[in-house]
Structures are given as C-alpha cells and as structure tokens.
C-alpha cells in the first residue's frame, strides 16, 4: 500500500480478496486501518505496512453503479481526502457509489496483482 493520508470514507479494493467488492475506511489506528466491505458483510483490520489495498478512484469517462443504476462519471475532485464525482447535474462523494462496481478486464488484472513482466513488451 502506498503512504498517503488515509481518510474515513474513503474507498478502497482489496488486491488480495478482489470478491470482498469495493471497502470503505472505518478507522484509522497509528499503526492499522479497518476496512467494511458491505457487498460481502466482511470487516477487515490491515497493518498499514503491509495492507494488501489499492485505492478505488475513477476517471472521466468510467462508467460506475451508484443505486443500482450506471452512470458515467464526468468530472472527478478531491476534497479533504475524498472523491467527489460530478455525473450530469449531479454531484456525489465516493461513499455513494454500489460495493460493487463494473470493472474492466485489464483494471481487474491489477487489482488482482496479475500483471504482466516488463521483458513481454521489450524488442
């Protein structure tokens, strides 16, 4: 996990368990973070050292679930610590968006952690 400011609300994938869906940060500790994944009912204590969690923030253009429903993002923010997204006429923070979300088959292999060497696209 890469140091930055952690923030309650924030969300985050888990790189080792991708099937827990996208967790919210619950607390921070000095040295620990815990995470709710509401999709699949899981709570999650990491190290801060060692956590297995990549950031969730999407771009202009992705396409996310928020109620249900897909909407495409237009504009993204941050503010204090958190996303805020801007969709048509309206305007959401992270905490908004669906536990589980639609993800693209290459976004998927990195959150996985399956990536491909760097020598397979050298000449």
Do not use: C, H
């Not at 928020?66 to 993002?73: F, L, P, R, S, T």
């Not at 204090?80 to 908004?96: I, K, P, Q, T």
């Not at 088959?105 to 050298?122: T, V």
């Amino acid at each position: 996990m890469a140091l930055m400011a952690l923030v309650p609300g924030q969300r985050w994938f888990s790189s080792a368990e991708p099937e827990l869906g996208l967790g919210t940060v619950l607390r921070i500790a000095a040295r620990s973070v815990q995470i709710v994944f509401t999709a699949s009912g899981t709570v999650r204590q990491y190290s801060l050292e060692a956590a297995p969690l990549v950031r969730a923030v999407f771009r202009t253009g992705d396409r996310v679930r928020m109620d249900g429903k897909e909407i495409a993002i237009e504009a993204v923010e941050e503010r204090a610590g958190l996303v805020w997204y801007r969709a048509g006429n309206d305007e959401f923070m992270e905490g908004a968006l669906d536990a589980e979300q639609p993800v693209s088959k290459a976004d998927q292999r990195l959150i996985s952690g399956r990536i491909d060497r760097n020598d397979q696209f050298e000449r």
